[in-house]
């Protein structure tokens, strides 16, 4: 289910989260495992949705590679967005801004793909609308999470799981945001709306 290469993605997110929202005060091992619930929940129920959809999704660190609009514009490698971004605006706000984009997902057909059926027509290949689906799962599961964390009364579990769902909503490279944007516009109109909601709500 996990390769290795992704697990270490993982495990870097997670110590990434917690030292950005910990900074700059001083690291508290509850923010450890707030950024561990947080980011499994969100992966573990994307794993869940792409069975459904017969896709395997690997994650890995977000990378920037175009730079523009034009075939030219981008870079030889991958920039790792996913770690200079988060940290460099994180630092250089004083902690004031808490950029949570660390990850993004690649796919591709599982051995069942071709067996998939969608009402008169088969899929062979993954299409945007699977990976809009897979994406919004896990935001959605944010929201739950967010709301689990109200009931059970951990504030910084429900601040922290809008945050990042707000942080991977937007419409941007590889982010969920963008798979959802340009697979789902309904849902990703929907999703937004939620999130600005239970923004309003846990900052009053």
């Known amino acids: 289910m996990f390769t290795k290469r992704e697990t270490i993605w993982i495990i870097i997110a997670i110590l990434s989260f917690a030292f950005i929202i910990a900074f700059p005060n001083n690291f508290a091992p509850y923010i ?58 994180t630092i250089f706000s004083i902690g004031i801004i808490k950029p949570l984009t660390f990850l993004q997902f690649k796919s591709k057909p599982s051995k069942t793909r071709v067996l998939k059926k969608r009402g008169n027509h088969r899929y062979s290949e993954v299409n945007e609308s699977d990976l809009a689906f897979i994406s919004a799962w896990g935001l959605w599961a944010l929201i739950l999470l967010a709301i689990l964390g109200s009931i059970l009364k951990q504030p ?46 846990i900052l009053i």
């Open 156 to 201: 910084e579990l429900t601040k922290y799981s809008i945050y990042f769902g707000i942080w991977n909503l937007l419409p941007i490279s590889n982010l969920d945001g963008a798979k959802l944007f340009f697979g789902s516009l309904f849902n990703w109109i929907l999703l937004a709306i939620t999130y600005i909601i239970a923004l309003v709500i």
């Open 32 to 89: 450890l495992a707030i950024a561990f619930i947080i980011i499994s929940t969100n992966i573990l129920v994307k794993k869940f949705a792409s069975k459904y959809f017969s896709v395997n999704i690997q994650h890995e660190v977000w990378g920037l590679q175009k730079y523009g609009w034009y075939t030219r514009s981008h870079f030889k490698k991958p920039i790792p967005a996913g770690l200079i971004f988060p940290f460099f605006l």
